[in-house]
């Protein structure tokens, strides 16, 4: 399975950097804008965790590249900044890893 998601990736997914403090590492990944259809689902799964706010976007790429804690994703002359991220496992090994990310994020009042 996880060879498959790299394929689609690799294929389908977009450039996106990963901005470390001393590095920037070039990823195929998705980040597309949380529609109102993935709004709600969304929803469902992150009741108890309070609310996601709109206006982010969901990060989907590769396991092995730690995007928590990064300064930012750049997706073409885009920024975004990684609010939640988590990796999905089958079984005991990970798949991919996702994030909640909002655009830009530097002047969100919650940085002040």
């Known amino acids: 399975m996880k ?16 901005h470390t403090q001393t590095e920037q590492i070039p990823v ?3 980040l ?8 709600q689902n969304m929803n469902h ?11 982010q976007f969901l990060y989907i790429g590769p396991e092995e590249v730690p995007v928590l804690g990064c300064e930012y994703l750049q997706l073409g002359d885009k920024r975004y900044r990684v609010r939640r991220c988590d990796t999905l496992m089958i079984g005991d090994e990970p798949l991919y890893r996702w ?14």
Do not use: T
């Not at 597309?32 to 709004?39: E, F, G, I, L, Y």
């Not at 994030?99 to 919650?110: H, K, N, R, T």
């Open 3 to 18: 060879r498959m998601l790299d394929k689609i990736l690799r294929y389908y997914g977009s450039r996106v950097i990963v």
């Open 28 to 30: 195929r990944a998705f």
């Open 32 to 39: 597309q804008p949380v529609n109102s259809k993935s709004w």
């Open 45 to 55: 799964m992150h009741l108890s965790g309070g609310e996601v706010p709109r206006g």
């Open 99 to 112: 994030a909640l990310c909002v655009e830009g994020g530097y002047d969100e009042p919650w940085k002040n």
